[in-house]
Nanobody
Framework: VQLVESGGGSVQAGGSLRLSCVAS????????IGWFRQAPGKEREGLTC????????YRSDVAKGRFTISSDVPNNTVFLQMNSLNPEDTAVYSC?????????????????????????WGQGALVTVSS
């Protein structure tokens, strides 16, 4: 059971990156996947989460307008497209999974996915944005 992120790296302010999160070892369609980030010296922050089966999606205020979550279900992959990046977006970005029953029962598509509720975590991908 694992999630593996890729696509992190360094980019200049104003640029874009797309992160990938590949799932294995569990039934991908029965879960919701969330993206989180943690900047140096700051608490982990939830960005967006989406149910794989129904595409119910929550986006935080930070994510709205710049970050978009999407999926490639046949390949068990979720993406995070990030545009108009700025140095404040520098962080380790992680994907995490939660069973869709928990996601729906708790209305996480409306309230956001709390990191404490996520069951499976990836190792994280570093994104560095330079000015």
């Amino acid at each position: 059971v694992q999630l593996v992120e890729s696509g992190g790296g360094s980019v200049q302010a104003g640029g874009s990156l797309r992160l990938s999160c590949v799932a294995s070892g569990f039934n991908f369609a029965d879960y919701a996947i969330g993206w989180f980030r943690q900047a140096p010296g700051k608490e982990r922050e939830g960005l967006t989460c989406m149910s794989i089966r129904d595409f119910l999606t929550y986006r935080s205020d930070v994510a709205k307008g710049r970050f978009t979550i999407s999926s490639d279900v046949p390949n068990n992959t979720v993406f995070l497209q990030m545009n108009s990046l700025n140095p404040e977006d520098t962080a380790v970005y992680s994907c995490a999974a939660i069973h869709v029953s928990t996601f729906l029962t708790n209305n996480y598509f409306y309230r956001g996915c709390p990191s404490s509720a996520m069951a499976i975590w990836g190792q994280g991908a570093l994104v560095t944005v330079s000015s």
